[in-house]
């Protein structure tokens, strides 16, 4: 099993900037892929990023690309989630995924088995 635990979700003005973290615990080298999804009110899960563990390769959302930046501290088993110029629409709780399977479909939920209890992220205009 492994653990999950979001932090650095907030309040901030459009055009701002915010640092999500997900710790992990547990089998944490079993681990293959860590990502982040995000659900606003009324909306469905959508996925925002992916960062495979030990390779690095990145997967954005194309709503993403250029503003957000997905990375890890392997050391640390910690992901986070760097996300500048934040719009209005970037506002929902957002969620750290992990898998410890190859990840053929990163953009579906369903390819991941660990999920966090997810962190409130509010842009304003």
């Known amino acids: 099993q492994v653990q999950l635990v979001e932090s650095g979700g907030g309040l901030v003005q459009a055009g701002g900037s915010l640092r999500l973290s997900c710790a992990a615990s547990g089998r944490t080298f079993s681990l293959y892929g860590m990502g982040w999804f995000r659900q606003a009110p009324g909306k469905e899960r959508d996925f925002v990023a992916v960062i495979g563990w030990s390779s690095g390769t990145t997967v954005y959302a194309d709503s993403v690309q250029g503003r957000f930046t997905i990375s890890r501290d392997n050391a640390e088993n910690t992901m986070y989630l760097q996300m500048n110029s934040l719009k209005p629409e970037d506002t929902a709780v957002y969620y750290c995924?992990?898998?410890?399977?190859?990840?053929?479909?990163?953009?579906?939920?369903?390819?991941?088995?660990?999920w966090g209890q997810g962190t409130q992220v509010t842009v304003s205009s």
């Open positions: 995924t992990a898998t410890s399977n190859p990840v053929n479909a990163p953009r579906s939920q369903g390819a991941y088995e660990y």
